[in-house]
């Protein structure tokens, strides 16, 4: 079931060539009433799940954190005056471990994360995504980890195969097909989109979308991985903002 979603993460190695210089990581799996960086420089793990095998308790990702990067990001949303702060206690959660372990399995790029809003302001996560977008250049990676449909309930069911289906058209086409100004305008009505509500009835995995949208600064989306029968038949997919640095062969 995730051997085309395991492919794509590869491909995210593959076409970034050299490692980057960190990577910031906004997970759906972190929420505050403002905006916190995970400081530590060793950070912890956090099995934010129940209910599974017993193995995955045991999980290590052993990255190193990025206090100093933390505290420059924390310090560039203040002075824009989007409130912030530093979490030296938080450790890396599922949304962030899985994504990283398959991209990174040596776990030797730093790695931060950044909470989202708990208020879920598209507008706002937008904002905060552009007063990032200056950390690409200086070769930090910017990861918006969510799910592009998240209702669990409805994952076997012929509600969610039509329900992801609909979304992830629309989501499609504001991503890819619609010039970048305009593609910020539609995602602050995304909730309007068909079958919105039933993709997404807490949109905590999408607000992450918001963050790498604001940070993209223009650059055409692509999409890099898509199916349309994850766990039989749900349609899922995830995006790219800006070309390749190194082409995928």
């Known amino acids: ?14 076409e970034l060539g050299e490692a980057p210089r960190a990577v910031l990581m906004i997970s759906g799996h972190w929420e505050a009433d403002r905006y916190l960086l995970s400081s530590s420089a060793r950070p912890p793990m956090v099995y934010d799940y129940g209910g599974f095998p017993e193995h995955t308790y045991r999980i290590r990702y052993d990255a190193p954190g990025a206090p100093a990067l933390a505290a420059t990001v924390s310090d560039m949303l203040e002075q824009a005056s989007v409130p912030s702060g530093l979490d030296p206690s938080r450790g890396f959660d599922h949304g962030t471990f899985t994504v990283m372990h398959t991209i990174y399995p040596d776990a030797d790029v730093p ?3 950044l909470s989202i809003n708990a208020r879920y302001d598209p507008a706002e996560h937008i904002k905060v ?3 990032l977008t200056p950390l690409r250049k200086q070769g930090v990676l910017i990861i918006g980890s969510g799910f592009s449909f998240h209702d669990t309930r409805a994952m ?8 992801s289906a ?3 058209r629309w989501l499609g086409h504001t991503l890819v097909d619609v010039p970048a100004d305009e593609r910020e305008r539609e995602l602050l009505r995304w909730s309007d989109a068909p079958a919105a509500r039933l993709a997404h009835p807490q949109e905590d995995h999408l607000i992450p979308l918001m963050v790498a949208v604001g940070a993209a600064d223009g650059d055409a989306g692509a999409r890099i991985y898509h199916q349309d029968d994850f766990m039989g038949m749900i349609t899922v997919s995830s995006y790219r903002f800006g070309a390749p640095v190194v082409s995928a062969p």
């Open 129 to 131: 995504g552009k007063l």
């Open 111 to 113: 790695l931060l994360q």
């Open 1 to 14: 079931m995730y051997d085309r979603l395991e492919a794509s993460l590869h491909a995210v190695r593959r």
């Open 156 to 163: 076997r069911s012929c509600a969610g195969k039509d329900a």
């Open 166 to 168: 609909a979304f992830d």
